[in-house]
């Protein structure tokens, strides 16, 4: 599972794509990830794309509008709102403070 994440996080953000990939249904493959690590599937690709996010926002010069495309997010201020949800700081924030 964290090989097929780690392959689409960047364009496959839904369960369902996973589950597929697994031959299993959605609600099988979310019972088998909260069992075994407490997290729901949603959680766990969430947290990839977060992890991949601090990443370029810290080792990037690009805009944290480009960045936002290229995790595939639809426009910067959704990416902005799940990326303060996860971490506590604005994607802007955390630049500042990781930067200096």
Known sequence: MEILIDENFQTEKLPKFYAQHLNITTKHLN????????????????ERIILEAKRLIV???ESLTTISHRLEFSDYSYFSKIFKLKTGFTPI????????
């Open 31 to 46: 019972r088998v990830v909260k069992e075994t690590i407490n997290k729901t599937t949603s959680e766990l690709i969430y």
């Open 59 to 61: 080792q990037d010069d």
């Open 93 to 100: 924030d955390f630049r500042k403070k990781y930067r200096n």
